[in-house]
């Protein structure tokens, strides 16, 4: 990673600086600035422009960012009167130059300013950052919503699939990458630097993490395996420290036991559904042993969701926590039929579906919260994912073993969601 | 080069396999595989759809590739109506919903069409040779250069200088790469590998290029630079075979003496300007030493513009022909009052000046023909370059030393282009 | 460091494996097979017997080891008959022939052995730990300390300064390598992760490691600097956890604060004299503002020589501390008139001179013990360093500033070691 | 290649400059300085001698370097009568010391001399080309043999095929490199870049060499491999110039078809055997379709002999020549009983067998020259070469198809080498 950092970034970094004639940008308010970036005749003022604006964003309060922001979702807005305009030109005479105009009257010009300020090096991370505060602190207002979109826009097409680099993450990898795997974990905390070894080091472990070339030092989403005999039911038996690990060829299963985004600025810009498919191909071709393909997920909404519905249950009892879990993943909803539980949406909207369900299997103060400690295995079966995930995609249906169906139909409790 | 090629597409290289699944795919017109990609609500699907489309697509003879575009030119067009209705709905009640509904209907199809086709590995450069069969089949009808709008806006963003990477090249790079520099070169034209080795073996030689992540095995554009002692008046001079090179850092200047673009399907998108700025400031860095950065112009326009004007010239008197040459440079104007000359638009543009003219400079047929063996030296002052930049955008003035301006003088004759 | 590695080894690696004719190997006694790869006609048999010694020796238990090493110290040793009627034949009649014949005589066969183990992929390392093995078992006894001396004429040839490469050790660096780094600190222990980010990651601090190209993944010796203004007088304030970084081009020196071998197998295979002067010299080239290149060192003898010589110390007096020191420093002799303390020995025969002496400069419990809390400055003044060094193998003169002349003058106590 | 270079020699190059204090060198002779660098003390003196050394001796006429080997061959060479005392010394008292003693005393200090050149960065590669002086001028002295045999042996251990790098060499590698490949190539030349490409692009054409570390632009070996369906009969049809490629998994057969040694400076130092078995064992990993491994040799000694015998040979007559090709191999003896033919002595010597012999297989001048045109497939059947090798290393018998061993009957004349 360090080489890919040094290909990719060193050209550029540190590179610029503002030289003298830049002085006259120092008294300017962050806006004024940002309408001379999108108006800019040239590409030079452009860079010291965007580098200004970036370097004084970076070191703003919230109030400030978010006034910022108010300022370009409106002022940088589309003018609906030159976008009908233009689109009677158009239409009246469709030709090169009232095409041009209608484009550029129906883009608003903050789009355009995100783009300029993209061209001073190492403003791609810095935008995502951007997008992260706009995100955190833009709440509900519609304007704010909007100028995200075009954020969301643009970083879809930058962060396409196409452009990003998967690497895998081992114990030779740098210590400033390790150390972001360690702070992105969301899934079940990396501990120590000797936790994270147990993750990486065994020959029975892998992980891999999507890049972009030009964030090379950062991880955008990363997944971490377990190459097992069998379907493992249980995270716990998974991370002991004291097991003892197994020659990679002898696996027959690999298990996606953690799966986590790493960068706030890119919600909604989808990478799990690829990752998990490519490294699933990576492994199949690296280890043909390999005919199995599972998750061992958590179920993070079910005790919230059995105690909106009243549905008893107690980790006392893992025969009815199975169940309850069954229950939940097959039956209920959310909002247009989809599942009410996030991650199963995630893992059947892949073309996974649900394999097996077991109690007592994370164990930890944040399992037995979210789930009365109840994960859940889903199966990659991929000559069967394209299909699935077609059929979900149409049906909405919850593709289930028969165990697990069965599991769910011990419960005697009907529930229509109606959000 | 291998390397960065390796890091970067053998992760996803050949891996995409169609299965069985997608012999769906084979009997169905391309367009209609188009309009499924954009309508494919799955990424498994889209990849299956896109990579048909592509490999289909690279295999049609040119009346139907001309087809498809119309195609798609027209059913992927924006539909005028729906974006009247979405914008009355956003300005009636502007909302995340009805931004994203105008956002949508603003932007053609087509657009996501083409991101679709991306995240196909290896995509980028199928692209960017789709659009370059776009514009050899095109001409000028209004959709396909409205078609032509959408490639050039999303290469925009895709090709943003941020995302770009520059790599010297040397005798030690790759000799797939130097395979395409000698069949790039669009200026003074590689005749050999030994006439390639002379430019990039020597001390005092070098080159160097952009490249894109995505297309790590295409040069994007070149420059060729030679260190010498004072400025050059001759290309001869600098390409003699039998000439002896020169320590590096006994050089004073830096002559930019050949500028190619690579990739036909990249037209418009400009890489010059931050090209030369950035190779400027690495020598710079490097070679204390120099002062100078200069280029070694050719003059494509001088001869047919000499002509059309009823100017007379021959090779037989040099002194005429710099002072034709001067004169053309400053006076000879074209649209808009820029100059007439379209490599004097280009660096002027940049923000170099005029800095002397010599006859006798390119003494091949090309040059003969073009500029009566006429070529020029255009200055980068780094310190002005802004200053230069800004002044010239804003009063297209030709600045030029006092020497070519007397010389301009000297030519008796008073034109006002019209055009 | 893992790009180096992969280069490097994985042609090699794992490459080797024994397939069914080697069954012949599995009952026959090591010193059996040794014989019999010295004498191994050809390359394959050889390697399947270099693979088998290698990998039944590193499962033996100590007793066998040294078994096997007196057992090859003895029958692979020269034969003195041999030697002599070789010899004789030679001088009688000089020819190619009877020189390889001598040539190969007065060589014990152990030689031919390690150098065809070495054939082996990975093999060096192994024999870098077998040597470790013989140095740890082997003790005072003549035939393997003549062993040794094979051992090490051979690691001279191959870790020869020739073939080493110097790397950059720092936050970016590969965790697994990071991991021997700590381990491997011999002078102020890495107690933790954080800790050993605090001396790679701020801008004033920097490692760089010895490495061959057959190790790559194990460092040979590597050295810790920091970039200071002014030269310290405590390691404490150097490695303190809540300092302040300093800008890399404010520094006015450079700091070796701490200089560890990694490998005890190369024990007399001196990589320190050129580590520091290559560091020194990168450092120099990188930040011009360097002017200072000083350690900060222990003195690792000084309250054991002080006890011996019956000079009474107690921290709690850091003036006559200091004043000892530089005494000692001055003063006590070894053997052959050398400097009593081995780190002086080192430094003053690099060329250093002793520059400053200082009290309560390492208050751990280490420092404590060995020197009463004293550390010293050595300085490394490059344009005077090889004339210093000549002066020193020479004369034996302990050059030091007068300060610590002065210093060392207030004790008043005369020795002449007469070791 | 480019990469591996930069890590390991820009770490040294250029690195070391004579300082001020070394115009002290510059009136003594040659010779002198060699003793100095043999008495040298110390490791910067020691950098100063031997780089001045080489600089001086690469510059040297032939007639001074014959001078300056036999200078150092008569005034390094050992000394028997310290030999024969302290031979007897370490016999009566066997102990470090005395051994030590012995061990230097019994190797010349030319060998150290050589050791300590190596020390200059870049040296192994100038030493190389010193041995490759010696072997040019240095004809039949016995003084020089014996020089030569311990370069030899300190090459035998530095280039230790454990220390060896295998590289693909593709159309890929840096255009130096190849270069190189062209000019090293000695059995079918290549007469240009394309005839290059052809050899190293198309998908059925492989090509990979041995490097060194610290030669990392100079390859050591390389083999020249096809990927045929079936055993190739001829070499023109394998370097047609419009021959189709075939797809890679397609083949069934690796036909290594020239293998070249690179530097004359490293003769008899054998990397043949080990470069086509890891070549044949990677092959065979990457690509499960291949069954067949085989060469299309050059028979270089057919004609020679046979004229030396008075066999009449006609390339007008293909079935004689074929059948004289056949008992060549078979019978014809060299020293020893070892097969007359250079080549069949080199892979018979790893273990192959003859496995078919062809006539018009080589139709250019330098292949009718040396065996009418005939050629010869020898077969590397990988479970056997062990045996095969040890078979002929034993018995020299030469193995051969039945097919082969028909031809030679054809042949009614006996001969018996007795060279």
Chains 1, 2, 3, 4 share one sequence.
Not at 13 to 33: F, H, K, M, V
Not at 97 to 113: C, G, I, K, L, V
Request: net charge negative.
């Amino acid at each position: 990673m360090t080489l890919l950092a040094d290909l990719l970034s060193t050209v550029f970094e540190r590179r610029y600086r503002r030289d003298a004639s830049d002085t006259a940008l120092d008294g300017r308010p962050l806006t004024e600035l940002a309408t001379a970036l999108v108006g800019s005749a040239g590409e030079t003022s452009g860079l010291a422009l965007g580098s200004e604006i970036l370097s004084r964003f970076a070191q703003l309060e919230d109030g400030d960012k978010l006034a910022f922001f108010r300022d370009i979702a409106t002022t940088m807005n589309i003018d609906p009167e030159r976008v009908r305009s233009t689109l009677d030109d158009y239409e009246r005479a469709p030709s090169k130059a009232s095409y041009r105009a209608f484009a550029e009257a129906a883009e608003p010009a903050r789009q355009e300013m995100v783009r300029r300020l993209n061209r001073v090096p190492g403003a791609t991370g810095a935008l995502v950052q951007m997008r992260a505060d706009l995100l955190r602190l833009g709440g509900a207002e519609p304007e704010l919503q909007a100028l995200d979109l075009d954020f969301r826009h643009l970083f879809a097409s930058w962060f396409n699939r196409g452009f990003l680099v998967l690497r895998p993450i081992s114990w030779e990898s740098p210590a400033h990458i390790l150390d972001k795997i360690i702070a992105y974990e969301a899934v079940h905390a990396i501990d120590s630097w000797d936790d994270l070894r147990r993750r990486l080091e065994p020959t029975d472990r892998r992980c891999f993490a999507f890049f972009h070339p030009s964030m090379p030092d950062e991880p955008l989403i990363f997944v971490e395996v377990a190459l097992t005999k069998g379907t493992p039911g249980s995270v716990q038996a998974l991370l002991a420290e004291d097991r003892d690990a197994m020659p990679e060829d002898a696996a027959d299963t690999a298990v996606f036991y953690s799966i986590s985004n790493c960068q706030a600025g890119l919600a909604s810009i989808s990478f799990g559904n690829s990752l998990i498919k490519q490294v699933a191909a990576d492994l199949a071709a690296e280890l043909p042993g390999l005919s199995n393909f599972v998750t061992l997920s958590p179920i993070p909404g079910l005790t919230k969701w059995l105690d909106e519905v009243g549905l008893d249950w107690s980790t006392e009892d893992p025969d009815n926590m199975r169940a309850l879990a069954a229950h939940y993943l097959l039956k209920a909803k959310s909002r247009g039929g989809l599942p009410y539980d996030p991650v199963a949406r995630f893992h059947l909207g892949n073309g996974a579906i649900v394999h097996a369900v077991h109690a007592d299997a994370d164990i930890s103060d944040k399992g037995r919260a979210q789930s009365g400690g109840a994960m859940v295995n889903y199966l990659y079966d991929l000559p069967r994912v394209a299909a699935n995930h077609e059929n979900f995609a149409n049906t909405r249906d919850v593709v289930a073993t028969s165990d697990v169906q069965s599991l769910a139909e011990q419960i005697a409790f009907s529930t229509t969601d109606e959000r």
